[in-house]
């Protein structure tokens, strides 16, 4: 069995399931309590404060990124194509819910292996795997647009 | 009624619940209980009663939290978010399996270990046994079909920890497998 169809499996376990017992009863009893005691909705004020430390971090991690890639790319240029490459063919969507899951896959496996080229640009086992998933990006692409 | 076809007509529900109707709020968990559950029951490695207690939880909070529900998504899908979310801090509680501590030397030689076809509940068996931090990264992306940036905002891990968390899942996942069959 190959990679994509134990993938496959893997998604098939998304479906809906019901609870063993009601949970209708209990909820209504607890909503109840509350209304009759009037609880209060438990604050959750450190949310929007992590959330804020989380995006300034994030923000801080993609400018060091941005700098190391291009500071990087002046050091060695021979390391600019496999980075306009990473741009070029990046996030394609297809129109088909179908091919959704393949095309994050492959497009997830052909940034994996650009970034892995970036630290090992010669390696003729990188850029054949490379090779080999961007054909099949191209054959995916083919099949969304023949599906409609 | 699916609740992907539910969209458009559950909005008058949403209303009178967010308004303080209860029945309206049934007939809302009537038709997404099955989606949340299954999410929170893959999350919580199988484990029926707590998979039980977390739904429960998670209808509990969107009770609490409608009224300032602005209607920008579906409503299932806010639902589905904050039960995910619900899951996930319950995980977080527990504290288990730190993911700033992934240990190279016990990594299973995933090179060695082939794919192998499973039936369904061998693999929700195989599943249910992985460390719950790495198993929630492996649901998320896997199962759920979630980015890594999401995983990652949700978790609040960087998106190249999560990318490590679902290399370690799929490897220990292949072991569990390779053992079992």
């Not at chain 1, 995006?55 to 700098?67: C, I, N, Q, Y």
């Not at chain 2, 709020?25 to 009537?30: A, D």
């Not at chain 2, 739904?55 to 300032?68: C, E, N």
């Not at chain 2, 992306?141 to 998106?159: C, K, Q, Y």
């Amino acid at each position: 069995m190959n990679e994509f169809e134990w993938r496959r499996q893997l998604r098939d376990l998304r479906q809906p399931l019901a609870p063993r017992r009601d949970l209708w009863t209990s909820i209504d009893a607890l909503l109840e309590d509350a209304e009759r005691t009037q609880e209060p909705v438990p604050p959750h004020s450190h949310e929007p404060r992590r959330r804020r430390l989380l995006a300034a971090v994030g923000l801080a991690a993609s400018l060091l990124l941005a700098a190391g890639i291009g500071w990087r790319a002046w050091q060695h240029p021979t390391a600019a194509p496999a980075t306009e490459r990473l741009q070029a063919g990046a996030h394609w969507k297809p129109a088909d819910p179908r091919f959704a899951g393949a095309a994050i896959e492959l497009d997830a496996a052909r940034m994996e292996l650009q970034l892995a080229l970036q630290q090992a640009p010669d390696s003729p086992a990188l850029q054949r795997l490379l090779g080999r998933t961007e054909q099949q990006q191209t054959q995916l692409r083919q099949l969304g647009r023949q599906a409609g | 009624m699916s609740p992907a076809s539910a969209g458009a007509n559950d909005s008058d529900d949403v209303r009178a619940a967010a308004a303080g109707d209860r029945q309206a709020f049934q007939r809302l968990y009537r038709l997404h209980v099955g989606r949340v559950h299954g999410a929170v029951c893959r999350l919580a490695g199988y484990d029926h009663a707590r998979a039980e207690d977390l739904t429960q939880d998670a209808f509990i909070r969107a009770w609490q939290k409608l009224p300032g529900f602005r209607h920008e998504s579906a409503f299932g899908t806010w639902l589905y978010r904050l039960a995910v979310n619900v899951a996930l801090m319950d995980i977080r509680a527990r504290g288990a399996d730190p993911v700033s501590t992934l240990d190279d030397e016990h990594l299973p030689d995933t090179g060695q270990t082939p794919f192998c076809a499973a039936e369904r509940e061998e693999l929700e068996r195989a599943i249910a046994r992985l460390p719950p931090r790495a198993r929630a990264v492996l649901v998320l992306h896997d199962i759920e079909g979630w980015r890594h940036e999401e995983i990652g905002g949700e978790l609040g891990m960087a998106t190249g920890t999560s990318k490590a968390q679902l290399h370690r899942a799929r490897g220990l996942l292949r072991k569990i497998l390779g053992e079992s069959s």
